[in-house]
């Protein structure tokens, strides 16, 4: 058996969005990249597109986005 493993990373600066969930028209976002920071912390109301974010992001790397089921009690 032989393994392999790569590390690579991502330095996220810029997020454009445009006809993406609710971003219909053009929106960018500046990420503020920085050496120095390890961590994104992305804040914000209900509805305000956090996770329209993430997924955008996991769509432009993997061409895919996870499916949230809801489910009430």
């Known amino acids: 058996m032989i393994r392999m493993s790569i590390e690579a990373t991502i330095d996220l600066v810029r997020v454009e969005f445009e006809n993406f969930g609710p971003f219909l028209k053009k929106t960018d976002l500046d990420i503020g990249y920085s050496k120095n920071?390890?961590?994104?912390?992305?804040?914000?109301?209900?509805?305000?597109g956090k996770t329209t974010f993430i997924n955008a992001i996991q769509w432009c790397l993997f061409g895919t986005v996870l499916e949230q089921k809801i489910t009430q009690e």
């Open 37 to 48: 920071k390890k961590l994104l912390i992305v804040e914000g109301d209900t509805g305000g």
